[in-house]
Every structure is written in structure tokens, then in C-alpha cells.
């Protein structure tokens, strides 16, 4: 990011020459996917007679959308890296903001400063995503994470976005209320989940003997197939700190 206090490592050479970013419009293409899916199924979803339907059904509908709403977050964060479309930042950051106000009605602006401290320190104090030394536990970090998260001036925004969410499709569109929170709201919380899990826990949280490189951060162990679905390649974290040009769905080829 030009003038960000990330000093972003060129991704040129990685995998013998293979990976580039300035011609790739693959990523363009998964963000439109994604974001499109997401509509897709969030109006589909929103219709679904839940009394019709069997209980692995329902199971798979909101998994599905729980991933979908993940891959949303993802889009964002390889927006603040410029890797969506970093042949105009306009466009990139437009989709970076689209994305993340879909995900959870969140600020681009104030999560792409925290992103840039974030690679800047790496599970420091200085590291917004890292624990205060009191709260390293899995659930105690991650309830602190979205205290974090939740505490901005944006947070009025947030409510008031939700709420509109609510009442048009409740009272105007006569969408059944648990169909709201099974396929909206219960993906949200499950998509945090997964990506805390994957892309700050498991890679950030102090291993034995302490950390061993200068991102502070370990890989999975993951195929590339199990990887994209835990959480769309995140877990190849020391790839990403490494390599922050290159986007998501190209972290396997930078697995070292």
C-alpha cells in the first residue's frame, strides 16, 4: 500500500517467478463471486420454509452461508492490501468497503489502520488482533478481540444498519424472524469464530520456546483443499505476513 505504514514485500519471485499481482484479475473475479453468492443466498435464504425443511438441511444452509460471509471478510482484508484490484485503488478500496459493510455493517477505513498496525507489530502490544497477556485463552482473546472490534465511533453506524436490516425485512418484506437469525445473524457470529481461529489464534498465539521469525507467525499444516475450506488459505498466515501482495487464493503457491 503506497504511503501505508506497511512496507509491503513484493511478491515478484515467489514460487520461482510464478506469482504476480499487478496483471492477475483472478482476484477481481473471487470477490465478485463472492460477494455475488453472498446476495444470492442471503435473499434465497431469507425465503426458505424452515417447516419444509429437514434438520441437515438447515445445517448446510447456514454453513454454506457461514462460509460465504467469511469469504466476504477475506475480500476486505485483500483489499487493504490492494491485491483485489490494484490496477485502480479506487475500485479496490470500493469493493474492500462493500464487502466489510455487507459482512457486518464495519468501517474499511478504521479496520485497513488497524490491519497496517497489525502487520506493522505483529502479537505485540502495539498489535490491535493480540491479547493483553491476561486474556491468551481462546475464548478470553476472542471476546476481547471483538470488544476491540465493536468499540469505535462507527458502532452507532453499525446498530443503526442492523436495525434497518431488521425492519425491512421483517415488518416490510415479512421475512420470518428466525430466518433472519439463523442465516444472517448466527453466520456472522460463527464467521468470527472461524476467522479468529484460523487467521489470529492459531497463527499468533505464543508457541513453546516463544516465536521463532519476525512476523510472529506460524502455518497450518493443511492441503490446499482442506486450507481453502477452513478459511480460504488464512491459515497459511506466515505466507501472508511474508508475501502480503499476494491474495488469498494464491498463499499455496507461496507455501513454503
Same mark, same amino acid.
Given at each position: ?7 509491503? &514485500? ?9 506469482? @504476480? ?10 470477490a ?17 420454509? #424452515? ?15 457461514? !462460509?460465504? /460471509?467469511?469469504?466476504? !471478510? ?8 490492494? @491485491?483485489? =484490484?490494484?490496477? *485502480?485503488?479506487?475500485? *479496490? ?12 455493517f #464495519? ?9 497496517? $498496525?497489525?502487520?506493522? !507489530? %505483529?502479537? @505485540? ?14 475464548? &478470553?482473546?476472542? $471476546?476481547? =478481540?471483538?470488544k ?5 465511533? *462507527? ?8 436495525a ?11 421475512? %420470518? ?5 439463523l442465516?444472517?445473524?448466527? %453466520? ?6 472461524? $476467522? ?6 492459531? %497463527? ?8 521463532? *521469525? &519476525? ?12 486450507? !481453502? ?7 497459511y /498466515?506466515?505466507?501472508? /505476513? ?6 488469498? /487464493? ?7
Open positions: 500500500m503506497r504511503g501505508s505504514a506497511v512496507k509491503e &514485500r513484493s511478491s515478484e519471485g515467489v514460487a520461482g517467478g510464478v506469482i @504476480t499481482h499487478k496483471s492477475d484479475s483472478s482476484s477481481l473475479w473471487w465478485l463471486v463472492i460477494i455475488g453468492l453472498w446476495i444470492f443466498s442471503f435473499a434465497a435464504a431469507l425465503r426458505l420454509p #424452515l417447516g419444509e425443511l429437514s434438520l441437515q438441511a438447515v445445517i448446510g444452509v447456514v454453513v454454506l452461508r457461514t !462460509f460465504l /460471509h467469511t469469504g466476504l !471478510f477475506i475480500t476486505a482484508h485483500d483489499a487493504m492490501h490492494r @491485491t483485489v =484490484f490494484p490496477s *485502480n485503488y479506487r475500485i *479496490n478500496d470500493w469493493l474492500g468497503t462493500a464487502a466489510v459493510g455487507l459482512y457486518a #464495519l468501517p474499511y477505513r478504521e479496520l485497513l489502520i488497524k490491519h497496517q $498496525l497489525h502487520h506493522r !507489530f %505483529p502479537a @505485540t502490544g502495539k498489535d490491535p488482533d493480540y491479547h493483553d497477556g491476561e486474556h491468551s485463552g481462546f475464548f &478470553r482473546w476472542y $471476546l476481547k =478481540f471483538m476491540d472490534y465493536m468499540e469505535s465511533r *462507527n458502532t452507532p453506524f453499525l446498530i443503526a444498519g442492523m434497518v436490516v431488521f425492519v425491512v425485512c421483517t415488518w416490510l418484506m415479512g421475512v %420470518p424472524l428466525v430466518n433472519l437469525a442465516f444472517w445473524l448466527l %453466520p456472522l457470529v460463527l464467521s468470527s469464530l472461524q $476467522l479468529f481461529y484460523f487467521g489470529t489464534y492459531l %497463527p499468533h498465539r505464543q508457541p513453546d520456546g516463544g516465536y521463532r *521469525n &519476525r512476523h510472529r507467525a506460524t502455518s497450518n499444516r493443511l492441503s490446499s483443499f482442506w486450507s !481453502f475450506v477452513s478459511c480460504y488459505h488464512f491459515g /498466515h506466515w505466507e501472508h /505476513h511474508e508475501y502480503p501482495l499476494v491474495p488469498w /487464493h494464491r498463499l499455496p503457491e507461496a507455501r513454503r
